[in-house]
T-cell receptor, first 114, second 113 residues
């Protein structure tokens, strides 16, 4: 079975700082990868996803993530955060091609200070 | 467009009472449906998923059960709530045929007293 690790549980940044949230997964085969975001008081929603192709994927609101297969990583990045990026971010993984469940990480709470 | 509803939004129930949380999806047919519990610092725990009417898979043995009486309706139930059932319950759907991106409802905050 697959697993997901998000090493940063709580991150505090000032506005305009750069962001990188770590996500590592454990699975021996091909995977689909996701980042979800939950803004305060809002639904959990998809930020970006990787299924195949270019390992650098771009999502909404200026976020991007890079899939590095050799490192089993899918880190989320944003060059310059805004106060509105304050939210909880979840990485998720599922084996590709079959009907196997998605596994979520424990989440990272990002607090952006104005 | 697709919409997912959950109700109630919040619920306070005494220990030993029954539970019924409802989730409905609009704007899509034959979706996969999911129930998750979200606990602080523990991420999302998959409780049940369903690929069709009457087809329920349980991921975690516990005090809860799920049913899918209609194509776009998913119900989470308990006969007797425990204190440990307190939490934030999320319903989600995805297109049929695989575990692709999921779309989440607003959630139900359950407090068992």
């Amino acid at each position: 079975a697959q697993s997901v690790s998000q090493h940063n549980h709580h991150v505090i940044l000032s506005e305009a700082a750069s962001l990188e949230l770590g996500c590592n997964y454990s699975y021996g085969g091909t995977v689909n990868l996701f980042w979800y975001v939950q803004y305060p008081g809002q639904h959990l929603q998809l930020l970006l996803k990787y299924f195949s192709g270019d390992p650098l994927v771009k999502g909404i609101k200026g976020f991007e993530a890079e899939f590095i297969k050799s490192k089993f990583s899918f880190n989320l990045r944003k060059p310059s955060v805004q106060w509105s990026d304050t939210a909880e971010y979840f990485c998720a993984v599922t084996p590709a091609g079959g009907y196997q469940k998605v596994t979520f990480g424990t989440g990272t709470k990002l607090q952006v200070i104005p | 467009s697709q919409t997912i509803h959950q109700w109630p939004a919040t619920l306070v129930q005494p220990v030993g009472s029954p539970l019924s949380l409802e989730c409905t999806v609009e704007g899509t047919s034959n979706p996969n449906l999911y129930w998750y519990r979200q606990a602080a610092g523990r991420g999302l725990q998959l409780l049940f998923y369903s690929v069709g009417i009457g087809q329920i898979s349980s991921e975690v043995p516990q005090n809860l059960s799920a049913s899918r009486p209609q194509d776009r309706q998913f119900i989470l139930s308990s006969k007797k709530l425990l204190l440990s059932d307190s939490g934030f319950y999320l319903c989600a759907w995805s297109v049929s045929g695989g575990w692709y991106e999921q779309y989440f409802g607003p959630g139900t905050r359950l407090t068992v007293t």
